[in-house]
């Protein structure tokens, strides 16, 4: 008897996922014990991109998680209710869960994860980062010996394929939204992938398991891309940076028992020559650090269907195996084992360089009161460029050496009360 499956959602992932699995010539040969057994949609209604026999489709979700039948229900509906709510009624029901959700899981991970092991069923997750690149179970398994020192990522495919062309082509900035909407790449509402929140639910997870605790989504600081201009864009290719939204946890000393960690989303200038500056399009990598390995980036499309169907049928797979080979006992690889929170260190703490632009009124001296103000602070400069002008402004940009984040800010808002600055339309964190 095949392992019965109850699918919640049909659009891009479901959609893809329905497509693998249907087209099983050529891949494991576990997945011809697979049934597509019910899926769950919104509309019966819609046209579909997949033939399935009108009896699996249908708009009663509650049913399919209740259903005695169904082993493993795969979530691929997004939004966080009535997402939550089915995946907690499935695992009460025994039912070992696929999702591709992680805003449900960055925010209810502790309740699903404490149910799922009181069930004695596994949650599964590889596509709810990275898409189809693995980094869950690398983490997971393949990694879990290291020493973990950061993981640094492009884990939002929406975001990099915006900033992308912006780049390349000199796009705008809604144009390209549009265009990645309708590659299937943008969230239901893509103010999550513009404003950070999708990469800092991923950096979230990623985090937890690469640094063994529990991470609140609050102590996640987060910035979006919408403040990222074309000015920006320019001048950090003059000084050999390219701008990505990166999503970053560290630790903050040498890594021991629970160290504090900083966890953070924000566009970052990248340096030209580092592996992550060359990531283009929806691609994402994860850039980690970890003692003894050294350095690893694992690289693919970050978004759309083909490649986030794939982590969620290696997902499906994985679970069929244990299925096939059932013991009493859990996984503790596959499992989550998280007891406590990680300690976050405020962003204030954080020791990073900065670009900063300045718009100035063109007095002669603005440069050497500038200087003065970061050098009170402690804050040295690496480089101070004066290229161009905005009409009667002059534009100003610095790069700082590695400085507090506290004292930058400090001197920051001692410049900005310099009655020479007119304004300060960007300040970001260089890698
Ligand atoms: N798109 C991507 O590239 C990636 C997406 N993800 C994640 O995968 C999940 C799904 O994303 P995606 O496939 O893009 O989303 P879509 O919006 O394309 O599809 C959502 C599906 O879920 C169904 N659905 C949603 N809400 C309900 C409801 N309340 N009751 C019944 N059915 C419902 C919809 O039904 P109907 O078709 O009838 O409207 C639709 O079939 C999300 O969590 C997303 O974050 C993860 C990695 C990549
Ligand atoms: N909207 C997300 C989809 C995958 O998680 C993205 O753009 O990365
Ligand atoms: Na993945």
Not at 62 to 82: F, Q, R, T, W
Not at 204 to 228: H, M, N, P, T, W
Not at 240 to 260: C, D, M, R
Request: glycine letters at 10%; charged letters at 20%; a negative charge.
């Amino acid at each position: 008897m095949g392992v019965k499956l109850g699918i919640l959602g049909l659009g891009t992932v479901g959609t893809g996922t329905v497509q693998l699995l249907q087209d099983g010539t050529g891949r494991h040969p576990l997945l011809q014990e697979i049934e597509i057994y019910k899926v769950g949609v919104r509309s019966l209604d819609k046209s579909r991109a997949v033939t399935l026999p009108k009896s699996v489709l249908m708009t009663d979700l509650d049913a399919i998680v209740n259903d005695p039948k169904v082993d493993i229900i795969v979530e691929v509906m997004g939004g966080l209710e009535p997402a939550r709510s089915l995946i907690l009624k499935a695992i009460e029901n025994g039912k070992h869960i696929v999702t591709a959700n992680k805003a449900v899981i960055s925010r209810f991970g502790e309740e699903i994860f404490t149910s799922a092991n009181k069930a004695g069923v596994y949650v599964m997750l590889e596509a709810a980062v990275g898409g189809g690149i693995p980094v869950i179970q690398p983490l997971k398994q393949s990694l879990s010996v290291n020493r973990i020192q950061s993981v640094t990522g492009i884990v939002n495919g929406t975001t990099n394929y915006i900033l992308t062309r912006m780049q390349l082509e000199g796009s705008n900035f809604s144009d390209v939204l549009a265009d990645a909407q309708k590659l299937g790449y943008a969230e239901a509402d893509p103010t999550a992938d513009v404003e950070g929140l999708d990469a800092a639910d991923k950096i979230a997870i990623l985090a937890s398991l690469a640094f063994d605790g529990r991470i609140k989504l609050e102590d996640v600081y987060c910035e979006g891309i919408r403040q990222v201009s074309k000015t920006d864009i320019a001048y950090a290719e003059k000084l050999g940076f390219v701008i990505k939204l990166l999503a970053i946890a560290q630790t903050v000393i040498p890594p021991s028992s629970n160290p504090p960690i900083s966890v953070r989303v924000h566009p970052t200038l990248v340096p030209k020559n580092h592996p992550l500056a060359s990531i283009n399009g929806v691609n994402n990598a994860i850039f980690i650090e970890g003692e003894p390995i050294g350095q690893v980036m694992l690289f693919g499309p970050g978004a759309g269907a083909g490649a986030t169907a794939s982590s969620v049928s290696s997902d499906i797979l994985n679970l069929v195996a244990s299925l096939k080979t059932s013991t009493a006992l859990p996984n503790p690889l596959l499992g989550c084992r998280h007891q406590h929170y990680c300690q976050i260190t405020p962003m204030a703490e954080l020791v990073t360089r900065f670009y900063a632009r300045f718009l100035t009124r063109d007095q002669s001296g603005v440069i050497g009161k500038i200087g003065t103000c970061f050098g009170d602070r402690g804050v040295s400069l690496e480089s101070v460029v004066q290229t161009g002008f905005q009409g009667e402004l002059a534009e100003i940009v610095v790069v700082t050496h590695d400085v507090r984040e506290g004292d930058f800010r400090q001197a920051l808002a001692e410049i900005h009360s310099l009655p020479a600055i007119d304004s300060i339309p960007s300040v970001l964190r260089v890698l």
